[in-house]
């Protein structure tokens, strides 16, 4: 039996997983947090730390696997781009395209060459750079770390003594030891999802972005979106253009990006790896997509000759489940209206477990089905209230 190694064995790698057993694989999965749910859908696990390249080309190459695929992480994209050029295997793009991809201050840099919207950006690696950086552009400013993802280490100055706090804080959980310090843009937040096959967009996915306590952790994704159809069009054009210029293998492509009130869309973050919190199901619910198995297909050199565009037909909110303050988790209060349009969900939160942080802290993931676009868009920003967990503070 062919090996497929999974980068990763998060809750949401297991439609990953699950895909990749159903393509007829033996799936090893990895990563440095043993109690990940999704190792227990594998049929082996072997610790791993998927950020570091290295680590991750010297396991596959003992297991002599047949086939890599990313987890929901940028790290995990990364060292499986590594590890395949080293190992001649198909299905990734070269290393040093991957790093233009899911590094931030390179991606800044290629999206200003090639006159991609994003926005205006330094990338830094001391303090000097940042004040350069504060100087010359204009405020409020965002900083974050080049190489971590689920809004981790993100933080907006107003003023140039706010920036160098948040440059002290970003520097220092960067693994790269770099940050971007970049102008705030105003606008909604969405997500963009597309299958890349001969450079060319064969699918595509739009969602509006929902926020939590944190502005910089998305905590729910709701379809079909509302963004213009205009700027959907100029996603799949600047896609494109990427692809063909980057030389991009098949497979997943992703971008958030704001849409300010008047313009194109703004690209803040590109990657080639699914994003996390079971978006992959969103897809699949929404559509009747087999996105997960396209993933993989494409991951594993299998080919996507099969990958054609399925519109939304139904209108859903993948939301997660979520505390309001640190404390004690007591168990759900759900709305009876809302509980009945559940579909689908995965809940892993135990009642007496302990909240530390409030703006991170998950209980599991529900996808919420709505009557229509117009109930959905009143209903997805309140699902935190109408779908709470129950806090005991001290």
């Not at 992480?73 to 395949?84: E, I, P, Q, T, W």
């Not at 379809?223 to 054009?237: D, V």
């Amino acid at each position: 039996m062919k090996k497929l190694l999974l980068v990763g064995g998060g809750h949401s790698d297991i439609p990953l997983i699950r895909s990749a057993k159903r393509l007829g694989y033996r799936v090893i999965t990895s990563g440095n947090r043993s109690k990940d749910l999704g190792h227990s859908e594998s049929d082996a696990y072997i610790p791993c730390d998927f950020s570091d390249p290295q680590e991750v080309l010297e396991l596959a190459r003992s297991l002599e696997i047949d086939a890599l695929c990313a987890c929901c992480n940028d790290f995990s994209a990364l060292s499986c781009a590594y590890a395949a050029e080293k190992l001649g295997l198909p299905g990734h793009d070269s290393f040093e395209t991957a790093s233009i991809i899911h590094h931030k201050d390179a991606w800044r840099g290629y999206a200003s060459r090639y006159n991609y919207p994003s926005p205006r950006a330094h990338g830094c690696s001391d303090m000097k750079e940042v004040e350069r950086a504060a100087n010359e552009l204009r405020f409020p400013l965002i900083i974050k770390p080049v190489d971590l993802t689920g809004g981790k280490g993100i933080a907006r100055a107003e003023a140039p003594k706010d920036a160098l706090a948040c440059a002290e804080a970003a520097f220092a959980i960067s693994k790269a030891g770099r940050i971007v310090v970049e102008e705030f843009i105003t606008g909604s937040r969405h997500g963009f999802t597309a299958m890349l096959r001969d450079r060319r967009v064969v699918f595509y996915f739009a969602d509006d972005e929902h926020y939590h306590l944190s502005p910089y952790l998305v905590s729910a994704a709701s379809t079909p979106s509302s963004c213009p159809l205009a700027s959907i069009n100029r996603l799949i054009e600047y896609s494109e253009a990427i692809a063909s210029d980057l030389r991009l293998v098949d497979g997943i492509f992703h971008i958030q990006f704001i849409q300010p009130k008047v313009g194109d869309p703004v690209i803040i973050e590109i990657c080639r790896r699914p994003p996390g919190d079971l978006y992959i199901d969103l897809v699949r619910h929404t559509t009747g997509a087999p996105y997960a198995e396209w993933i993989v297909r494409a991951a594993s050199g299998m080919g996507i000759p099969d990958v054609h565009h399925m519109a939304e037909r139904r209108c859903i909110t993948r939301h997660c489940l979520m505390a309001h303050t640190p404390g004690i988790f007591a168990g759900f209060n759900f709305d009876p209206e809302v509980e009945m349009n559940i579909i689908d969900h995965m809940i892993w939160g135990r009642e007496g477990e302990i909240v530390h942080n409030a703006d991170t802290h998950k209980f599991g993931i529900v996808f919420v089905e709505h009557r229509d676009a117009e109930h959905m868009r009143e209903q997805a920003p309140n699902l935190q209230t109408l779908l709470s967990a129950r806090i005991l503070t001290q």
